[in-house]
């Protein structure tokens, strides 16, 4: 399937183009590639605060907070929380969740005078929806309650100690 095939269809929330990403190990720069896009459509659809070397930290950070959300969901799902048929890694995860960053592309309507003040809410609960099923598909879970929970706390544990600067908070971890 072509990028644009899987784009389709991570859109749709289709389970079986999530597990074709997470199958293809050749998917990782395609996937760094969305959430770069997806960084710049933020960028614009935000107003462009900061210019230039802001949007260029906020890829930055994006790439990296991708990557930490992913460990994070490795040691919930796969660690913490597995299913009896969970096999995964960190590379499928960040392949999937990279993927699943999606309908941040939509983030650029936030320009918009007026439909702006909506485009944030919905592309979040579009991008609730595409990390859990695409969670779930990298985890093999049956149950998708199970995946919304890890994305949750995931990103609930990420927000926590990148806003509040706890580095400590990591040291649980590993």
Request: aromatic letters at 12%.
């Amino acid at each position: 399937m072509t990028v644009t095939g899987r784009v389709f269809g991570v859109l749709r929330l289709s389970p079986e183009v999530f597990e074709e990403i997470e199958a293809d190990h050749k998917a990782n720069g395609q996937a760094l590639a969305i959430v770069v896009i997806g960084t710049l459509a933020a960028g614009l659809g935000g107003g462009q605060y900061g210019g230039p070397a802001r949007m260029l930290l906020e890829m930055i950070g994006a790439v990296v907070g991708l990557i930490t959300w992913a460990a994070l969901t490795y040691v919930l799902g796969v660690r913490l929380m597995p299913e009896p048929q969970t096999r995964s890694n960190v590379g499928e995860l960040l392949r999937v969740m990279g993927y699943a960053t999606t309908p941040g592309f939509f983030s650029a309507f936030g320009a918009i005078p007026i439909a702006g003040r909506v485009v944030p809410y919905v592309v979040s609960l579009w991008l609730l929806g595409t990390f859990t099923i695409g969670v779930r598909q990298a985890l093999d879970y049956r149950s998708t309650f199970r995946a919304l929970v890890v994305v949750v706390v995931g990103w609930l544990f990420w927000v926590w100690t990148r806003d509040f600067g706890i580095p400590w908070a990591w040291s649980l971890l590993f």
